[in-house]
């Protein structure tokens, strides 16, 4: 177990140095720093001077040593788009996206997985060719029209719930949190619905599709022949051997929702991670796009990882050597 | 019905709804054993052994049902119950146990807890109690140690011990009938003979009665005390082991115990086997019009095949040196270490090796077959892997026709050796391309090597070897799927007689197959050996069907040759313990008065 | 099994499962109907379409935001309204299908041609050539595919030079959104190689001394193709998804060539004015398109997964 995971840990390792190094490929070579920095007005002396207190005339390699040096201290550089320190724009506008992203999960799971386990066990059944159905829909609308469905009804047919922004927020500390105010709670509402609607989606077809195999496995066969009582069956054996993989899924969905903000975030106007992001994209702010590109691969990785090691954790033949037959 | 029936089946008819209509598979069978006896159920495949043993434990899958007849258990009707009423029958009252333990079980919980919980299903008792029922009952079914291993997970036990943790599990409850489907079929000959005996043991203690489902005859022979004999859905015998295995009275029977290969004596052929080709097709309502339905290729006829065969044996043996001793395959010492897990990343994840084979030395005459017998994990197929040169050996030398038989690494792609050496592999499902017709299937190896160009006469060429190996020419229109196991394993001869080889490996051909047809298959084998002076390397767990078709013996375990005899000799007196070890577990029916021996 | 008393189409029909399973699955005819129907209307846009969108000349600005033609305001030239810059909508969305039709089977063939082919190679040579496809494959899947496709967008603007960014457009979204989808495809045909290279059909190939090539293409390739076709359909899916949403957030398609997702965007700004077909016809055009093409997927996984049957 241990070869697992330094195996898996070299592997988080490689592709973090990989992306790191397209961030760092994006930043020196797309576009122009210098060009991005100064006025028209700057001399070509000036500019080269520049070039070179910034080092851009050293050898590529101590270039990319210098990035690595920067990423690992959390210096990100500079924004070309509004000159703010990249750092400082990320650490204020992280709780949105955090906060967003948790709720939306929260509701993904919390309906996914146990409709998931209805429609494996009911395979005929009104409510579950409805719920089936429903789940079909939701991986099909584009989260961005999920949410234009949900403004217009819930914001400006019925007028109940603000349409765009994050409403009242109290500050924590460094973090504006959007949970003590119903203000905030009206305004993360729809948001976290839109978000969480597609990933709610995924995670009920995934835990209906391992389930259903696993039903069907000889070891289930074995407990009903043993007259194991069928809600024992269900949800104490299919059940755990489900999730093992469902794990793995639910990891990787965390960081579909971090990623899916982006949309959401432009709909509603959150001004989060994802709005950041775009708004780069928009203007080619280099720093601020590679400096997103190194934090959600940083966040996949981990999350992978610890997805990994839980695995190790959860399942036995990982953890104990076995016999083989 | 008297007093100690417990189960008494009568007429039972079970149906099944498919997409092509309602299909009968069992029907009108009526069968019942006595408390304290085990009932043999046997058949071959499409008998519907397992459909009988599903139907008495309400089990059948949602598109079956029970059409007619009855099973009563001990004065109560079976077959009207609705679900819940038989969930409650399953475990307390009869039980059943599955062929594979390997996958029986559930992996991620601990057996102990498997065991409690099964336990405290159906008995008021708290869990400290469950508990110590559950050690005494895995000692009871030979686990050692079992206050330790109680808390071990399934995978953490050995093949043998995972199918004992298994009968554990189906016993704890105390039923009063168990059916056991194919128990021992997943498991080596050795730890069959030990499963068995603990049924046999179990059964005379606590006076349960068991069907014991199989395809085997030598572990009816062993175990039952009646038995049952099933073709195609219906009963074709019934009675007294000794008596309908002994001296049957039906057809068939007779035709299957004629087939079943021997210990005692070795025989020239199967003799008053199943020789009807449409023996092996599944169904009862099959068109004999697709068997031999007069589809003929202009000048394609098995004695074409026959002739061109006949040619290449005479040019290779032209070719050969008068003086050469006739071994025509050599194996020296040879060793290969499998699953080195190279580097994984950057040195991590390394394994050590397995040593599949260790210095394993052997020779194969000419013209004649050579069995490779062992137990699974004996290195036996690492051995053919090796000759075809699928796997490199670490050390030693192969001899092919007096010239060095390079590792597969250097072989090169068109070595002479890729032709005149064949491999016929043991699952007859995934050795044919199943996108490919017959024909094009056929044709691969005739136009790989050469053998023909001109499409018309690959064609007549393919024709003819199909009506060799006893298949209708217009096999060549179909797809592989459309046959029978035993229908595949003929093209798959077929294709490897087309290279014209001079050595067939044969890879537990006949493994995977029914007893009828394997017999056919083993004919056929010879047939073609003494024909054409084909030499063979049969590979099989089977001691019996290496006494019928070997002319010496090889006993591989663990990677080491343990001993290399003539058939003759070997049978008569082996002398390493091992193989006396093996020849004493491997079921024999030499237990049946009057045996139908010719 | 059965007798041989059938007409050919009865027995294509019963021996061909993916045929018969299809036909007696409404659900299935249904969407491939609807399916085909988009493909048809994307591909006679031109011809069936009233009015060009794309022609600037053609558009008067006196006709914008004129909604359907049953309502009183209406204009019977436009059967459902008009936008913004006075572009009839019925012709917006068929050329819109057009487009995002066009962009995800591009991208989705990139995809797959790029993603089995280094499936094929990693699954059968093994070994290192096997590690390194599977560590790139590790990169790809550290960023999301939004992300990517964003990435590759935002760098193609950085790079090219302005004119030409827009007309390279279709290029860039077609290696965007194919590079976030190629995984799947390598993915799946590794695996599948995998379990074909043990059977023993292959190894017959291989003893017998064929060329890896040709026992790639002739014998493991044919066999593979079935669950591949269910990561194409769903991916295209996804890929139209992907495309609607690029344009939707202002980087996907060039402005005076509307998808289906420009105008949605176009019509959220009006809203709240009160326009509601602006963005309820391409959002229901967008929406009934990827249902299909989802259910089909659906349908081909049901046929394809030996468990679920």
């Not at chain 2, 051909?509 to 024909?531: F, G």
Request: net charge negative; glycine share 8%; aromatic share 6%.
């Amino acid at each position: 177990m241990t070869a697992f995971i330094a195996r898996r840990l070299l592997q988080a390792v490689f592709v973090m140095l990989v992306v790191s190094l397209i961030a760092f490929a994006l930043f020196r070579f797309v576009g122009d720093p210098v060009a991005q920095m100064v006025g028209q007005e700057t001399s070509l002396a000036d500019q080269a001077r520049l070039r070179a207190s910034m080092g851009l005339d050293d050898p590529v390699l101590v270039q990319y040593g210098r990035f690595l040096q920067r990423l690992v201290t959390a210096d990100f550089g500079y924004s070309y788009r509004t000159r703010q320190a990249i750092t400082e724009m990320i650490l204020s506008r992280a709780p949105a996206t955090i906060e967003l992203g948790f709720v939306s999960l929260l509701v993904s799971l919390i309906i996914g997985v146990p409709a998931g386990i209805y429609t494996a066990i009911r395979k005929h059944g009104v409510l579950a060719n409805a719920i089936l159905i429903l789940t079909l829909v939701g991986i099909s609308v584009p989260t961005f029209v999920i949410g234009i469905g949900l403004i217009t009804v819930f914001g400006v047919q019925l007028g109940w719930l603000p349409t765009f922004g994050r409403g009242d927020t109290v500050a924590l500390g460094g973090w504006n949190t959007n949970f003590l105010t119903l203000d905030g709670w009206r305004s993360i509402l729809m948001p976290a619905l839109t978000l969480g609607v597609y990933q709610l989606t995924l995670t009920m077809r995934l835990v209906r599709a391992e389930m259903q195999g696993v039903l069907k496995s000889d070891f289930i066969r074995f407990a009903r022949a043993r007259g194991i009582d069928y809600s024992s069956l269900y949800l104490n054996h299919a059940l755990r051997n489900t999730l093992v993989p469902v794990i793995t899924i639910v990891g990787l969905q965390f960081g579909g929702v971090i990623a899916f903000s982006i949309v959401t975030e432009a709909v509603f106007q959150w001004p989060g991670l994802g709005l950041l992001f775009l708004d780069s994209i928009r203007y080619v702010d280099i720093p601020v796009m590679s400096t997103y590109l190194v934090l959600i691969a940083l966040m996949f990785v981990t999350i992978n990882l610890l997805v990994d090691l839980s695995y190790a954790l959860i399942d036995p033949r990982v953890r104990l050597p076995g016999k083989g037959s | 019905m008297t007093a100690d029936t417990l189960l008494e089946v009568r007429g039972l008819t079970v149906s099944f709804t498919t997409r092509f209509g309602e299909f009968t598979a069992v029907e009108g069978i009526d069968l019942s054993v006595a408390a304290g006896s085990i009932h043999g159920l046997v058949g071959e495949s499409g008998a519907g052994k397992s459909t009988i043993g599903a139907a008495i434990m309400g089990l059948l899958p949602t598109s079956g049902r029970i059409a007619a007849g009855s099973v009563t258990l001990a004065g109560l009707p079976l077959q009207d119950l609705d679900d819940a009423a038989w969930h409650r029958l399953r475990g307390s009252r009869v039980s059943m146990i599955f062929q594979d333990p390997q996958t029986s079980l559930n992996p991620l919980i601990r057996i102990g807890d498997q065991l409690v919980e099964t336990i405290r299903q159906h008995a008021d008792i708290d869990e400290d109690d469950a508990r110590r029922r559950a050690i005494a009952l895995l000692d009871e079914t030979g686990i050692h140690d079992a206050a330790t291993r109680i808390d071990d997970y399934p995978h953490q036990f050995s093949g043998g011990m995972r199918q004992r943790v298994v009968i554990a599990l189906a016993l704890c409850t105390d039923p009063e009938l168990i059916i056991a489907d194919e128990p021992t079929t997943a498991l080596d000959v050795a730890v069959q003979q030990q499963i068995l005996d603990l049924l046999k043991r179990l059964v005379a203690e606590r006076q349960i009665g068991v069907i014991l489902i199989t395809h085997d005859i030598g572990v009816i022979v062993e175990t039952s005390d009646r038995v049952t004999v099933l073709r195609h859905g219906r009963v074709v015998e019934s009675g007294p082991t000794q008596r309908v295995l002994g001296s049957p009275a039906a057809d068939y029977t007779r035709a299957l115990m004629a087939a079943v290969p021997r210990m005692e004596t070795r025989l020239p052929r199967f003799r008053g086997i199943l020789d009807d080709v449409s023996a092996d097709l599944a169904g009862p309502d099959v068109r004999q019009a697709s068997v031999a339905d007069g589809f003929r290729v202009t000048g394609a006829s098995a004695e074409l095949a026959s002739d061109w065969l006949l040619r290449a044996r005479d040019d290779a043996g032209a070719a050969h040196d008068v003086t050469r001793d006739g071994a025509l395959l050599e194996i020296d010492e040879l060793s290969v270490t499998f699953g080195a897990r190279g580097g994984g990343w950057f040195g991590i994840g390394r394994r050590d090796g397995v040593q599949a084979l260790r210095n394993v030395t052997l020779s194969l005459a000419a013209g004649t077959t050579l069995g490779v017998v062992g137990e699974s994990g004996s290195g036996k197929s690492t051995l053919a892997k090796a000759i075809t040169g699928l796997v490199d050996p670490s050390s030693g030398a192969m001899r092919f026709d007096a010239a060095t038989l390079p590792p597969g690494g250097t072989r090169r792609r068109d070595h002479a050796s890729r032709r005149r050496i064949q491999l016929i592999f043991q699952d007859p499902y995934a050795s044919l391309d199943s996108r490919f017709t017959v024909e094009r299937i056929l044709a691969e190896p005739v136009r790989h090597y050469g053998h023909a160009t001109n499409r018309s006469e690959v064609r007549r060429l393919v024709a003819s070897m199909l009506e060799l190996v006893e298949m209708p020419q217009s096999a060549l229109r179909k797809y592989p799927h459309q046959f029978s196991g035993g229908q595949r394993q003929r093209v798959a001869v077929a294709r490897a007689l087309l290279a014209r080889p001079e050595l067939l490996i044969a890879d537990e051909p006949t493994s995977a197959l029914d007893v009828s047809v394997q017999a056919q298959i083993l004919n056929l084998l010879r047939d073609l050996q003494d024909s054409f002076g084909l030499s063979m390397l049969f590979i099989s767990h089977d001691l019996a069907v290496v006494r019928q078709i070997a002319d010496t013996v090889a006993v591989l375990k663990d990677g080491d040759l343990v001993e290399f005899a003539p058939n003759e000799r070997f049978f008569a007196a082996a002398e390493a313990p091992y193989s006396r070890y093996l020849l004493s577990e491997t079921p024999s029916l030499a237990g049946l008065d009057g045996g139908t021996v010719h | 099994m059965l007798s041989g008393t059938w007409s050919r189409w009865q027995r294509f029909r019963v021996d061909n499962e993916l045929a018969h399973l299809f036909l007696h699955s409404p659900v299935a005819i249904v969407s491939a109907l609807v399916a085909t129907l988009a493909v048809l209307a994307a591909l006679l846009a031109p011809v069936i379409s009233p009015f060009d969108p794309y022609d600037i000349g053609g558009i008067d600005l006196l006709d914008s935001l004129l909604p359907p033609a049953w309502t009183p305001e209406g204009d019977a030239r436009f059967p459902i309204g008009t936008d913004d810059q006075g572009r009839d909508l019925y012709s917006a969305i068929l050329y819109g299908l057009r487009l995002s039709l066009l962009v995800g089977v591009l991208s989705v063939s990139f995809a797959a041609l790029l993603g089995v082919t280094l499936g094929l190679i990693a699954g059968w040579f093994g070994g290192w050539v096997d590690a390194l496809v599977m560590r790139i494959a590790d990169v790809q899947l550290a960023l999301p595919a939004i992300l990517t496709a964003l990435l590759v967008d935002g760098i193609a603007r950085g790079i090219l030079p302005d004119g030409s960014h827009d007309r390279l457009m279709l290029v860039v979204l077609t290696v965007a959104i194919g590079l976030s989808l190629w995984v799947d495809f390598a993915r799946t045909a590794r695996a599948s190689t995998l379990v074909e290279k043990r059977k023993e059909y292959v190894q017959a190939a291989i003893i017998m001394g064929m060329h890896p090539l040709k026992i790639l293409t002739r014998h493991v390739l044919p066999n593979i193709l079935g669950p591949l076709l269910v990561i194409l359909t769903i991916d295209l899916a996804v890929a139209i998804l992907l495309e609607a949403t690029l344009s939707f957030l202002g980087v996907g398609v060039p402005p005076n060539q509307p998808s289906l997702g420009t105008l949605i965007e176009i019509g959220t700004g009006y809203l709240f004015s009160g326009e509601w077909w602006i963005v309820l016809f391409p959002a229901l055009a967008l929406v009934t398109l990827i249902v299909s093409v989802n259910v089909l997927g659906d349908f081909l996984r049901d046929v394809f997964d030996p468990r679920l049957r």
